[in-house]
């Protein structure tokens, strides 16, 4: 119960019922079980269930937040791998497995990213210089992918 008090910032109390045993073994004293279970009780029962989990619910937010996990290093991978095949086009101009339909839209969309951040950069250096911003990065017009990786719902620009 130390290490939970601690750990957690609360004071903490255990009460374990044995099937074998009538009488309930108490942590950390019988005394200080009966002073937290008070304070515990003088609270509103609003404080009381605030953040107050049974086994069932603590379950359900350690799967969720392991599935976001999960979701957070598969689209880092995913990026990743779209980050290699686009330096492989550029270093060696062909790719040696052949990409699929969806890695293309997917890497069509990664590099539409990175010229948005370098369109971004090169503004605020122009605005730093004190130059005359270009509407568009100075392009005159710009490609619109028909079917991209925005229209998925498991691809990298999830993480964003």
Known sequence: MNEISTLCGIEACAIIYSP???????WPSEPEVQRVLS????MSEQKQCRKMLNQESLLKQIIIKGQQQLTRQRNDNRKKEMTHLMFQYLNVGRVYDNPS???LNDLSWLIDQNLNEIKKKMTMIQIQEGA???ENGGERGHMHHAQGPENR????????
Not at 20 to 26: F, G, L, M, R
Not at 153 to 160: G, H, K, S, V
């Open 20 to 26: 074998n045993d009538p009488q309930p073994e108490v």
């Open 39 to 42: 304070k515990f009780m003088e």
């Open 101 to 103: 339909l969806i890695d």
């Open 132 to 134: 005359p911003v270009t």
């Open 153 to 160: 719902t498991d691809t990298i620009q999830n993480q964003y």
